[in-house]
Antibody
Framework: QLHLQEAGSGLVRPSQTLSLTCAVS??????????WTWIRQPPGEGLEWIGY???????SYNPSLESRVTISIDGSKNQFSLKLNSVTAADTAVYYC?????????????WGQGILVAVSS | DIQMTQSPSSLSASVGDRVTITCRAS??????LNWYQQKPGRAPDFLIS???SLQSGVPSRFSVSGSGTDFTLTISSLQPEDFATYYC?????????FGQGTRLEIK
């Protein structure tokens, strides 16, 4: 059974950089056939796709965040990461890492439990 | 970006009721439409896709129809564990986008 676990700071100062990692267990992140995805959900609101990366290292970002976001992958550690710079209060959200199928209906089949990140001074 | 519009935004129903949630895409997404269920404090769970891929373990009372721009999720007979928020998601093109959610509450 695949398991994803987010880790990182739960409090980030405005204008600083939000940094999260997602540790993957139960399968190799380098095995192919999937995209490794970040999604966020502001408190009480809906879901926003941030972006994804393939094991080959090719990322795709939401244009609304593209100027501030970097997603990277580390096969040796079986993890992938999110960096979001110049954060504001609008970036306060639960951040989920997830795996999406790169075949068939491309649905997201596994999610991490989520980590709440607050942007506040 | 492809806009996804769900209706209704909230819905009150009773155990045993049949309920339908609709999702409309701003352009054709063929059958690249997925439905997720989210309960408070938890990550969403995949339910079913418009390509009729039903997640293992998901009860057969959940069904989906539609293609192109208009889709529906139907729960044939509501059970207590079905009260949650439901999201549609298009996986046809990036940026991946979600509907705003439908909160299903107990009447």
């Amino acid at each position: 059974q695949l398991h994803l676990q987010e880790a990182g700071s739960g409090l980030v100062r405005p204008s600083q950089t939000l940094s999260l990692t997602c540790a993957v267990s139960g399968d190799s992140i380098s095995s192919g056939g999937y995209s490794w995805t970040w999604i966020r959900q502001p408190p009480g609101e809906g879901l926003e796709w941030i972006g994804y990366i393939y094991h080959s290292g090719s990322p795709s970002y939401n244009p609304s965040l593209e100027s501030r976001v970097t997603i990277s992958i580390d096969g040796s550690k079986n993890q992938f990461s999110l960096k979001l710079n110049s954060v504001t209060a609008a970036d306060t959200a639960v951040y989920y890492c997830a795996r999406a199928r790169d075949f068939g209906d491309h649905h997201i089949d596994f999610w991490g439990q989520g980590i709440l990140v607050a942007v506040s001074s | 970006d492809i806009q996804m519009t769900q209706s209704p935004s909230s819905l009150s129903a009773s155990v045993g009721d049949r309920v339908t949630i609709t999702c409309r895409a701003s352009q054709s997404i063929r059958t690249y439409l997925n439905w997720y269920q989210q309960k408070p404090g938890r990550a969403p769970d995949f339910l079913i896709s418009a390509a009729s891929s039903l997640q293992s373990g998901v009860p057969s009372r959940f069904s989906v129809s539609g293609s192109g721009t208009d889709f529906t999720l139907t729960i044939s007979s509501l059970q207590p564990e079905d009260f949650a928020t439901y999201y549609c998601q298009q996986s046809y093109s990036t940026p991946i986008t979600f509907g705003q959610g439908t909160r299903l509450e107990i009447k």
